[in-house]
């Protein structure tokens, strides 16, 4: 009950003073998520062609609230069109019990269906918002380890070979985006596009609390378009093993104490030169449990800082 105690109280200072309602949000240095039709080729960088996410309300919120998604169509500038523009995406959004206590490898149906829409290639959300709502915070399933009331955003590619890039937003209003106090989101599996600008470096931050001993990294389809590299307050950029096209790897790293309680950054570095344009990317990680580790949009316990001497030697326990 202490470590969980201390746990929450962190988590809501980190989360009062930065809002985590953009999604991706302005920490991770992320454009767009991307889900594909499932008649895609996985070379495309999306292995399931579906995407999870979680927004946790806090359980003083008593308001109605609602999920908003950027760009939800497949047309435009921002998607990946592969030929036709043929694609599907439907987004749905479940509550109640088994919501996230039930949830499978890549999310899964289970909980209560609150809402549901598909979109084809439409231009009528181009570079629009459409908003799911209004939701009553009751309506998600209560999880403390998560910090409140659960909802859960499945999109996924039905039809069609074009990738749909797209963001969230969690607001208060239909209309704009306002973001809830202590609101916050996470996913466990993240597929994602890379800045096509070799100098802009993407972050992903997973949480260790006290039962991890080490962490398993896998990304997939990075297409060797430079380095990934963990970071944190005892690591100054442990490098990770990267993948090729349409190939999986993993690599392990060992937790070290002053790891344990803090965030880690994750960091999506592009080569300098040749770097792709077009790069999606999946990532996950898993603790030596094999439980699959959450990614909160902003860090809990803010970005990490290095607290080492730079003599030592980098990534070494």
């Not at 206590?101 to 289970?110: A, D, H, I, N």
């Not at 300098?272 to 996950?284: A, H, I, P, R, T």
Request: charged share 25%; hydrophobic share 30%; glycine share 8%.
């Amino acid at each position: 009950m202490k470590y969980f105690t201390t746990t929450l109280i962190i988590f809501l200072l980190v989360i009062s003073e930065c809002l985590a309602q953009p999604v991706p949000a302005d920490e991770e240095n992320i454009p767009f998520l991307v889900t594909f039709g499932n008649e895609a080729k996985t070379s495309y960088g999306d292995n399931d062609f579906k995407q999870v996410f979680y927004f946790s309300i806090p359980k003083d919120y008593r308001k109605p609230f609602y999920i908003r998604i950027y760009d939800p169509d497949i047309n435009g500038d921002n998607d990946e069109i592969i030929g036709e523009e043929n694609t599907k995406t439907r987004f749905s959004v479940y509550g109640g019990t088994g919501c996230i206590s039930k949830r499978t490898e890549v999310g899964g149906k289970s909980g209560n269906l609150l809402a549901s829409k598909m979109f084809d290639n439409r231009s009528t959300y181009n570079d629009k918002w459409y908003s799911f709502g209004p939701f009553n915070p009751s309506q998600g399933e209560d999880a403390p380890i998560y910090y409140g009331n659960v909802f859960k955003i499945i999109a996924e590619g039905l039809e069609g070979n074009d990738g749909n890039l797209y963001r969230y937003f969690l607001s208060t209003s239909p209309t704009k985006n306002i973001p809830i106090d202590g609101g916050n989101a996470f996913t466990f599996f993240y597929t994602f596009r890379l800045h096509a600008d070799p100098n802009q470096v993407s972050h992903i931050y997973p949480y260790v609390d006290d039962r991890v001993i080490s962490i398993r990294q896998t990304n997939f389809d990075w297409d060797n378009d430079g380095s990934i590299k963990l970071y944190s307050v005892a690591t100054l950029a442990k490098s990770l093993s990267v993948s090729g096209d349409n190939k999986k790897v993993t690599s392990e790293y060992f937790i070290k104490k002053a790891e344990k309680g803090t965030s880690l950054d994750i960091q999506f570095q592009k080569r300098k030169e040749n770097s792709l344009d077009n790069n999606n990317v999946v990532f996950y990680i898993r603790n030596n449990y094999g439980e699959s580790m959450p990614f909160y949009t902003v860090p809990i316990g803010g970005v990490p800082k290095f607290k080492g001497t730079t003599n030592a030697v980098k990534g070494r326990r």
